[in-house]
C-alpha cells in the first residue's frame, strides 16, 4: 500500500501563472487535507475535503485558491496567478476516518 | 472551531534526559489527539495518537497522556537520543472535523 503520493515534489512558477498541486490519498482513505508551511514555521490548515464534497475550507484564501477531490482521481490544489508570497511547502494528509492522517512529502512551490 | 496551544516553542535536553512537550485545546468535542515528528525538509511523520477514552498511552520510549477534564494533553520522551532531535507537533480532531495543529516545539538533544 503506497503512501500518501503528492506530485510534483519541486514546483517552480513565474508571477501570475497557475501552479497546480496533486494528492492521491493512500488506498482506501476518502478524507484529504491540504496544509501549507513556511519555512521554520507551523502547519496552517487550508482545506478539509471528502470525495467530491469541500468539508472545511475556513483556511484557504478566498481569491486565487481552489480545491477539488474528483470521485475519481487526485485532490488537486490549484493556485491561480501565484505572487511571491505563495511560496512555500504544501502537505497533503490523507485519513480512512475521522483522525490518523499520514502526510505525503510534499510539494514545494517556489515564485520567481 | 479548535485552538490547540503547544510549549515550549524550543526544547534543548541533554542526551539520556528526558522531554516533555505540552499542549492545550479549546473544543471539548475533540476526541483525537495525534503526535507527529517533522525532521528538516521532511513530511510530519505520526508517532503515537490517544484517543479520548484512553489516559496514557505508552510506545517504548514514547508516551502520551491525555485530561479531558483540563483539555490538555502531553508528549514524553524517555532517554533521549539525537536521532529524538526535531519539531514536534501536537494536533487535534472530533467528528468530521479538520485536525488543528499546535505551533510546534523544536527539540535538541545534546550529545
Known amino acids: 500500500n503506497a503512501g500518501v503520493m503528492q506530485n510534483p515534489r519541486h514546483l517552480v512558477r513565474r508571477r501570475g501563472q497557475e501552479a497546480r498541486l496533486r494528492c492521491s490519498p493512500m488506498?482506501?482513505?476518502?478524507?484529504v487535507y491540504w496544509y501549507r508551511q513556511l519555512p521554520e514555521e507551523g502547519l496552517k490548515f487550508m482545506v478539509y475535503?471528502?470525495?467530491?464534497?469541500?468539508?472545511?475550507e475556513s483556511g484557504m484564501p478566498k481569491e486565487r485558491f481552489s480545491a477539488e477531490f474528483p470521485k475519481e482521481g487526485p485532490s488537486i490544489l490549484r493556485i491561480q496567478q501565484v505572487v511571491r508570497g505563495d511560496s512555500a511547502a504544501y502537505f497533503c494528509?490523507?485519513?480512512?476516518?475521522?483522525?490518523?492522517?499520514?502526510f505525503g512529502q510534499g510539494t514545494r512551490l517556489t515564485v520567481v | 472551531g479548535e485552538n490547540v496551544e503547544q510549549h515550549p516553542s524550543t526544547l534543548s535536553v541533554q542526551e539520556g534526559d528526558s522531554a516533555v512537550i505540552k499542549c492545550t485545546y479549546s473544543?471539548?468535542?475533540?476526541?483525537?489527539f495525534p503526535w507527529y515528528k517533522q525532521e528538516l525538509g521532511k513530511r510530519p511523520q505520526l508517532i503515537i495518537d490517544?484517543?479520548?477514552?484512553?489516559g496514557e498511552k505508552k510506545d517504548q520510549r514514547i508516551a502520551v497522556t491525555l485530561n479531558k477534564t483540563a483539555k490538555h494533553f502531553s508528549l514524553h520522551i524517555t532517554e533521549t537520543q539525537p536521532e529524538d532531535s526535531a519539531v514536534y507537533f501536537c494536533?487535534?480532531?472530533?467528528?468530521?472535523?479538520?485536525?488543528?495543529f499546535g505551533t510546534g516545539t523544536k527539540l535538541q538533544v545534546i550529545p
Open positions: 490517544i484517543r479520548s477514552n484512553v
Open positions: 488506498k482506501g482513505h476518502s478524507h
Open positions: 494528509a490523507s485519513s480512512p476516518e475521522q483522525g490518523r492522517a499520514f
Open positions: 475535503l471528502q470525495k467530491e464534497n469541500i468539508i472545511d
Open positions: 494536533a487535534a480532531s472530533g467528528g468530521y472535523q479538520k485536525v488543528t
Open positions: 473544543d471539548s468535542a475533540s476526541n483525537y
